[in-house]
T-cell receptor, first 114, second 109 residues
């Protein structure tokens, strides 16, 4: 199957700093990518849909100024958590959708904000 | 997207077939059935998808009832590495995908 690379896999940061997470589709082009977050023992929650060359579409309740998404190319989307606080600590997962509408997921990024 | 209903958890003996059911009684004609799984602390993994016909790949088989209101994912010979949460999702493909709580499959030695 197709490969999606997500980096970093684990990040620890101080409260108030910003963190950037990268999501790359390695062997296919993805017009659309998705960002999810997952809290312990819960299911994935869709945060936003990232479309190449246009603004991301955020789900209700997700602050677009806090979670900045950029999808500048057909193989790269980034999520920046701005001014991170302890409550932003979570497992963030990206996915890229291929031409057959199958989503391939990254391995996830575990963010811990101190 | 049509809603899906899955059992919260299931056990399966190692080496036996694991049959995971999914109910999607409100599915519409152009919606596909997708299955993903998430092994603990990893990103989800695509397994298989189908529209009307049964499908098989190297990982699993997908059996969709004739009325398309339910489906079953079959792992023919479950191993310990198949222990995961399995998600059944109904989508038109181009739509965003949201995850329910899935079925936690425990493969027992």
């Amino acid at each position: 199957g197709a490969v999606v690379s997500q980096h970093p896999s684990w990040v620890i940061c101080k409260s108030g700093t910003s963190v950037k997470i990268e999501c790359r589709s390695l062997d296919f082009q993805a017009t659309t990518m998705f960002w999810y977050r997952q809290f312990p023992k819960q299911s994935l929650m869709l945060m936003a849909t990232s479309n190449e060359g246009s603004k991301a579409t955020y789900e209700q309740g997700v602050e677009k100024d806090k979670f900045l998404i950029n999808h500048a190319s057909l193989t790269l989307s980034t999520l920046t958590v701005t001014s991170a606080h302890p409550e932003d600590s979570s497992f963030y997962i990206c996915s890229a959708r291929d031409s057959e509408y199958i989503q391939y997921f990254g391995a996830g990024t575990r963010l811990s904000v101190l | 997207d049509a809603k899906t209903t899955q059992p919260t958890s299931m056990d399966c003996a190692e080496g036996r077939a694991a049959n995971l059911p999914c109910n999607h009684s409100t599915i519409s004609g152009n919606e596909y059935v997708y299955w993903y799984r998430q092994i603990h602390s990893q990103g989800p993994q695509y397994i298989i998808h189908g529209l009307k016909n049964n499908e098989t790949n190297e990982m699993a088989s997908l059996i969709i009832t004739e009325d398309r209101k339910s489906s079953t994912l079959i792992l023919p010979h479950a191993t310990l590495r198949d222990t995961a949460v399995y998600y059944c999702i109904v989508s038109r493909g181009y739509q965003k995908v949201t995850f329910g709580i899935g079925t936690k499959l425990q493969v027992i030695p």
